[in-house]
C-alpha cells in the first residue's frame, strides 16, 4: 500500500510558474508508474502528464506540452510537476496517481490507478 500526498499548489497569476510535488509513503516509488490529472470545477478529471516507473519514459496531454514538465525523483520518492507559463485555463485540483507497473497501459489518460493522492488546489488569477 502507497500513500500519495500532493504539495505546491496555490493562487498564481498569468504566466507564472507553480512546482507540484507527490510524496509518498508506505512503498518506494521506483516501481510505479505515476501521472498527474487535474479537475476543474465542473468539469471531468483531465489527464496532464505520466511518466514511467524509471523515468525514460513521458507523456503530456497536448494543452501542457512545452509548459510542464513531470519528473520523478528516486532517492526522495516523490515525483514532480513543473508548470510554467500557466494560464487561467490550468486552474484545477491537481492529483496524482500511481500503479506498480512500467507504463500505465495503452493510454495512460484512461488507466485506472490504484493510487490516488487528495489533490492540490491550483488557481492561476488573469
Known amino acids: 500500500q502507497v500513500q500519495l500526498v500532493e504539495s505546491g499548489g496555490g493562487l498564481v497569476q498569468a504566466g507564472g510558474s507553480l512546482r507540484l510535488s507527490c510524496a509518498a509513503s508506505?512503498?518506494?516509488?521506483?516501481?510505479?508508474?505515476m501521472s498527474w490529472f487535474r479537475q476543474a470545477p465542473g468539469k471531468e478529471r483531465e489527464f496532464v502528464a505520466a511518466i514511467s516507473w524509471n523515468g525514460d519514459r513521458i507523456h503530456y496531454t497536448d494543452s501542457v506540452k512545452g509548459r510542464f514538465a513531470i519528473s520523478r525523483d528516486q532517492a526522495q520518492n516523490t515525483v514532480y510537476l513543473q508548470m510554467n507559463s500557466l494560464k487561467p485555463e490550468d486552474t484545477a485540483v491537481y492529483y496524482c496517481?500511481?500503479?506498480?507497473?512500467?507504463?500505465?497501459?495503452?493510454?495512460?489518460?484512461?488507466?485506472?490507478?490504484?493510487?490516488w493522492g487528495q489533490g492540490t488546489q491550483v488557481t492561476v488569477s488573469s
Open positions: 508506505g512503498r518506494s516509488l521506483g516501481s510505479y508508474a
Open positions: 496517481a500511481a500503479d506498480t507497473l512500467y507504463w500505465p497501459g495503452t493510454a495512460p489518460s484512461t488507466y485506472e490507478y490504484e493510487y
